[in-house]
C-alpha cells in the first residue's frame, strides 16, 4: 500500500467519525466541541496532503511530457 492509499483511507475514516461525533453531539451532547473541530482539522490535512502528492506526481509528469515533446520536435527539424 502507498501513501496515497493510505492517506485516502485516514481520510474516509476520519470523515465518518467526524459524521459521527457531530450526530452524537446533536442527539447526545457527548462530546466535545474541541473533538470534533479536531477530527474535521485532521480530515482536511490528510485530504489536503494526499492532494499535494497528487499534484508533485502531475507537476513531474508534465516535466518529462513537454520533454519528449521538445525532443522530438528537435528530431523533426533536423530530418528537414
Do not use: A, C, H, Q
Not at 481520510?11 to 473533538?35: A, M, T
Request: no cysteine; hydrophobic share 50%.
Amino acid at each position: 500500500m502507498n501513501r496515497k492509499e493510505i492517506l485516502n483511507i485516514l481520510f474516509w475514516i476520519l470523515l465518518v467519525v467526524g459524521i459521527g461525533l457531530v450526530l452524537w453531539k446533536i442527539f447526545g451532547n457527548s462530546p466535545s466541541d474541541l473533538s470534533i473541530m479536531l477530527t474535521f482539522t485532521l480530515m482536511l490535512l490528510f485530504k489536503m496532503w494526499g492532494v499535494s502528492d497528487e499534484l508533485k506526481d502531475f507537476k513531474s509528469d508534465v516535466k518529462i511530457s513537454f520533454s519528449n515533446v521538445k525532443n522530438e520536435i528537435s528530431k523533426l527539424k533536423n530530418k528537414k
